[in-house]
């Protein structure tokens, strides 16, 4: 075969080679592929060999669409992860994302349709959300109006609208005969519970009638012990009003009065992490009180929030600060124990919807992109998973090194509703029991103008 001469530069003496054709051919075609992944660079990670990647890709269970409207073949397997949970809790990454809204209320509607869920609880206000609950079985008003005045400004979008739409034709289905109903837990008191409270009055106690609103006249001055008046005056008379009404309208009232109290202690916290953290308290008692006075013997409650909120966290960390508090989630998992699942979700890249404010009545919405994530973080392992939208049941990783791993801290990725990075350090396996991933994501789409 025939040869030929190669002279190379080795330490800057000249060096003569002889090759047969096909080595040359061989050499040369291996340096072009090594100059090719230089150009390129590193191998993407999902190539790797890596046992938590591997033990991703091989547990991935994969999701069609995030589409309501899409077949729900694909959520069988999501449905037998939830199994006989009573609490499912849905949490989202940011307050501003199109698609996590849309997979919310998939996942909803599948809860509803098919696991008989009932009960949808929102991080939104107590009162209001009255008001929506009977928007959606069958109440007059325009659905415009119900959103722009009774959803908290984040909330105010297509996609929420949507939802209440299908909720309410849902109820409107005679062959339904169980009504799903919309509540809120957040501590954000309204004119409602002040009028429901003096309304219950007027029935078991016209006399405090006055007395009462008296007493909440202080709200605008935020003195927080004159709420407190008014819950200590029901619980008082707690067996004379019941016998003048019921123990179930007794109950309601109680707790809308409990509700004021609420939202006026954390206005009076709100200058630090106190209020934030109160504010889970709060949300969790009153989701509690929601399925325990449900009147079913086993409710099923939809919880729908932040992934901050719903995650199981025992040692709630704010902005790097580990306060060793309990959040919304792990309130709900100390209490009703398995029967609460948490659902996180996590996004890689795009963007989404924040929100800047001049006033508490003013929000402009604003599109945001999303920051790259880190390399080590939660985000960034689980993109190395070449699917755009698959979920994982963290409760099935094996004990050695992928248990390890998602039981050690790294950092999940989330941010607020101005776009505020929330970005926190734990373990996922930990805070939540099914991650669901989306790998690309556009914002919400906001009815502010």
């Known amino acids: ?21 096909c080595s040359l051919l061989m050499i040369l075609l291996c340096l072009s592929a090594v100059m090719a992944g230089c150009a390129q660079g590193p191998a993407p990670d999902n190539q790797t060999q890596d046992p938590v990647q ?40 940011t307050h501003g994302t199109h698609e996590l809204y849309q997979l919310k209320a998939r996942l909803t509607e599948f809860l509803i349709s098919n696991m008989n869920f009932r009960i949808f609880v ?35 979008t297509q996609e929420y609208q949507s939802m209440l739409t299908w909720m309410r034709a849902y109820n409107a289905d005679p062959a339904h005969t169980t009504k799903i109903h919309f509540r809120g837990m957040d501590c954000q008191a309204s004119r ?27 709200l ?19 067996q004379s009003y019941e016998q003048r009404s019921s123990p179930q309208e007794f109950a309601l009232a109680l707790q809308n009065a409990r509700v004021v109290v609420q939202a006026v202690t954390c206005l009076d916290a709100r200058r630090n992490n106190a209020a934030y953290l109160q504010r889970d308290a709060f949300m969790a008692e009153n989701a509690s009180w929601l399925y325990d006075h449900a009147g079913e013997s ?9 992934d901050m909120h719903i995650a199981n966290n025992t040692s709630y960390n704010l902005r790097g600060e580990l306060t060793g508090t309990n959040n919304l989630g792990a309130l709900l998992r100390a209490r009703y124990h398995q029967n609460y699942l948490a659902l996180g979700t996590d996004v890689y ?19 945001t992109s999303l920051e790259a994530p880190q390399a080590g973080t939660y985000t960034a392992v689980f993109g190395s998973v070449d699917k755009p939208l698959y979920a994982l049941d963290l409760r099935r990783t094996p004990a050695g090194p992928v248990s390890n791993w998602f039981n050690s801290a790294h950092v999940m990725n989330y941010y607020g509703v101005s776009g505020e990075d929330l970005s926190t350090p734990g373990s996922v396996k930990h805070w939540f029991d099914i991650i669901v991933f989306l790998r690309d994501t556009t914002p919400s789409h906001s009815l502010l103008k």
């Open 54 to 93: 591997a033990w991703m890709r091989q547990n991935a269970i994969p999701l069609r669409s995030v589409d309501p409207a899409s077949p729900q073949d694909d959520l069988a397997p999501l449905q037998k992860a939830i199994g006989n949970a009573t609490i499912v809790g849905l949490g989202e990454q």
């Open 298 to 306: 086993q409710p099923k409650m939809i919880v729908w929030a932040h």
């Open 220 to 238: 605008d001055q935020k003195i927080a012990d004159q709420p407190q008046q008014v819950y200590n005056l029901l619980k008082a008379h707690q």
């Open 1 to 21: 075969m025939k040869t030929y001469d190669v002279v190379c530069s080795l330490g800057g003496a000249m060096t003569t080679y002889k090759f047969q054709l």
């Open 122 to 156: 929102m991080e939104n206000s107590w009162g209001k959300s009255q008001l929506i609950d009977a928007y959606i079985n069958g109440g007059p008003g325009q659905l415009s109006d119900i959103v722009k005045n009774d959803l908290s400004p984040a909330w105010q």
């Open 192 to 218: 409602n519970e002040l009028t429901a409270i003096t309304d219950f009055l007027q029935k078991v106690d016209p006399a405090n009638v006055a007395h009462v609103r008296d007493l909440y006249l202080s």
């Open 349 to 367: 890249r795009g963007s989404y919807t924040t929100y800047t404010s001049s006033s508490i009545n003013s929000y402009k919405p604003v599109q």
